[in-house]
């Protein structure tokens, strides 16, 4: 019995994610930014969906039609949760993730909702534990991690390894974001 927390859930698939320069390794497949919603689905199995977060904000989704050269009319947006691993995935358009989530703790500064529990699987950066990386980066609080062709949002609250709530994945900065067809 856990007094405070959550008590992690039952039957979770063994997750290890490698972060490198250009792509993140997901039990031992390769991927990319953008990556293909269903091929993250045949390794981690149904997520629990949620549509249109921010159906609400008129200038979001301005902005993202804008610079993704995307209609408005097929703009919908679904987050993907896989709770029980602590994982979650953002889409534009139901079909490829353009940003990847790794939740390590509660961050409660942050505005979105996130999954149930915290990610309990391995978590590498270039084939190094996480913790080291980031306790190798000197200052507190959030900082973008540049890898290459992806960076690493790093969502701490604290100088240390242990002020980490979340890791998001994207495309660095000036890439060019590409659809799948």
């Not at 978590?123 to 980066?137: A, D, H, S, T, Y």
């Not at 100088?159 to 799948?180: P, T």
């Amino acid at each position: 019995m856990f007094l405070f927390g959550k008590k992690q859930p039952k039957n979770v698939i063994p997750v290890t994610i490698d972060l490198c320069d250009d792509y993140f390794v997901l039990n031992g497949k390769q991927f990319t930014i953008p990556a293909k919603v269903s091929e993250l689905v045949e390794i981690l199995g149904e997520p629990r969906c949620v549509a249109d977060r921010n159906k609400d904000v008129k200038k979001y989704k301005e902005m993202v039609c804008e610079k993704y050269n995307l209609p408005a009319e097929k703009f919908s947006e679904m987050d993907y949760y896989w709770d029980n691993l602590g994982l979650m995935a953002s889409t534009h358009e139901q079909k490829t993730v353009h940003c990847f989530w790794i939740k390590i703790g509660n961050a409660r500064k942050y505005p979105m909702k996130m999954t149930k529990y915290d990610f309990s699987g391995t978590l590498l950066i270039n084939g190094k534990p996480w913790q080291e990386v980031v306790e190798e980066r000197k200052g507190s609080g959030t900082f973008y991690m540049k890898l290459g062709k992806i960076h690493a949002y790093v969502i701490r609250y604290g100088a240390k390894a242990k002020d980490v709530k979340q890791f998001q994945i994207g495309l660095n900065d000036g890439e060019e974001f590409r659809y799948f067809d």
